[in-house]
């Protein structure tokens, strides 16, 4: 049986508290909020907290509203599920409807919150296992070891990021509302992460997410979430592409901006396919082009689920479909009725 | 009552483990149990409540199994800890009989054979009924989405589907 080992539980009252505790209690403590995350790797030992400080009932990281001046506003508390049925989220960003409903299960989703999964840890096959399997196979880098055992020779942790929901805020250029021990700061997504599987976010780890906050600006813009995964539901993405995009009348494209997830330790911008696309009449070549950009710059390694040159291949494919799908063209294949398996 | 408390205190703390009285809300009953700080619901639920209707699957939030409600929402007990469930309605199996007869999602499962070793059928019974609450005319689309997150390693689900339809339908005797 997996138990979870003893710790302290603490209840704060305020983010702010949440916070101090996090910054006097140091690197032993850790905050848990749905606990879908940190209870598994605790009980696989991939955690290892001694104080845990529970930001479950915490009324200030709860609501969804859109504002009419600052845009809309989502607490970092609310659930997966409350974020996916939301109607004013269904309504501005589908994208985010989708990618937070397809995080894992049902189940899942009534607990786990979108703060959660925003800062979800990375993931890799020799690290997501129990201690008995890891002790057994040899510990890597980023727990209890000191190799990474995808690529021996690499320096740093190739663990994939792995948030269906972070690659759409960043395509819809959201900001993350941070609460430390000394006040709030806003921070745009595009900064928070860092490619590095072990250290892949930048706030401070007192630091603790209160809400996203994503602009008015952005209210307007297609946006479309793609999910590339084994199964229709429980699987992390092995591929994620998400895309915001404008264009005028005309079909000029205004602004374009691509994100890919789980094919490095953070989220790729792909900027290549903006510059392609801004300012020019979107096109099926130029889509072609888009696409061959993405995966260029696409480097999935044999840690995850399938082969890593397919999901290399796949990338162009979703990074195609997303785009058409927004600009309203169709597809070669999908014209001629050759529409590929969807996985 | 005090004094056995004090004691299972002593001997938490001998063992190095922080217990704490908890009042949980279990198929409308309201029950009172000292137990460690560190228990999932679902140990709380079998082993200090002797509660072993929830089945016990992955414990790591893979397989659906362990479902309970939690205010009316099918959640993994083996992902939530037992002082998090304080102060919510909880609802396991053996909260569906009602005046001693099973719930039609019970009986449907029973009479048309939807269960093979049974295992994952608590969990999926308790997804089911958290649907039907919400929705009682799905879609078999929408029960299938709603069953999502239960694994069962037996049926092949064409079964578990139809008994569910079966409750819709109203042809549950």
Known sequence: ?343 | MRKSRKDSKAKSEQNGLKKRLLRLKVNGELKEVATETSKTLLEVLREDLGLTGTKHGCEVGECGTCTVLIDKQPVLSCLVLGVESEGTEIVTVEGLMKDGRPHPLQRAFADSGATQCGYCIPGIILTAKSLLDENPRPSRDEIREALSGNLCRCTGYVKILDAVEQVVRGEVA
Request: proline share 5%; net charge positive; hydrophobic share 45%.
């Open chain 1, 1 to 343: 049986m997996l138990r979870l080992p003893d710790f302290n539980y603490i209840k704060p009252k305020s983010l702010k508290e949440a916070a101090r505790l996090l910054a006097d209690l140091g690197p032993e403590a850790m905050a848990v909020a749905g606990g879908t995350d940190v209870y598994p790797k605790m009980k696989r030992g991939q955690f290892t907290p001694r104080h845990l400080v529970s930001l479950r009932g915490l009324a200030e990281m709860k609501g969804i509203r859109a504002q009419a001046k600052e845009g809309m506003w989502i607490g970092a508390g609310e659930t997966l599920t409350r974020v996916s049925q939301n109607s004013a989220v269904q309504r501005r960003f589908p994208a985010l409807a989708h990618a937070a409903g397809s995080v894992s299960t049902p189940q899942l989703r009534n607990a786990g919150t979108i703060g959660g999964n925003v800062f979800v840890d990375t993931r890799c096959n020799y690290y997501d296992q129990t201690f008995f399997w890891r002790e057994a196979a040899g510990f890597c880098m980023k727990k209890d070891g000191d190799i990474c055992l995808v690529a021996p020779k690499s320096r740093s942790c190739l663990a994939l990021f792995s948030s269906d929901t972070a690659p759409v805020l960043l395509s819809l250029s959201a900001r993350a509302l941070l609460v430390g021990p000394d006040g709030p700061r806003a921070v745009p997504f595009d900064e928070i992460y860092r490619d590095d599987g072990m250290h892949f976010v930048t706030k401070r780890p007192e630091e603790l997410l209160k809400a996203i906050l994503i602009p008015r600006a952005s209210f307007g813009l297609g946006n479309v979430y793609l999910k590339l995964r084994r199964r229709g539901s429980f699987d992390f993405p092995i591929l994620g592409v998400a895309a915001a995009l404008s264009a005028d009348r005309e079909g000029t494209c205004l602004s374009a901006k691509l994100v890919l997830t789980a094919v490095a330790s953070a989220p790729k911008v792909v900027d290549e396919a903006s510059r392609l696309l801004v300012g020019k009449k979107i096109s099926r070549e130029l889509i072609e082009a888009a696409a061959e950009a993405a995966a260029r710059v696409s480097h999935p390694v044999d840690n995850a689920d399938l082969d890593y040159w397919y999901r290399k291949r796949m990338t162009g494919v979703y990074v195609k479909r997303a785009l058409a799908g927004l600009a309203g063209i169709e597809l070669e294949a999908e014209r001629a009725g050759k529409k590929p398996n969807q996985v």
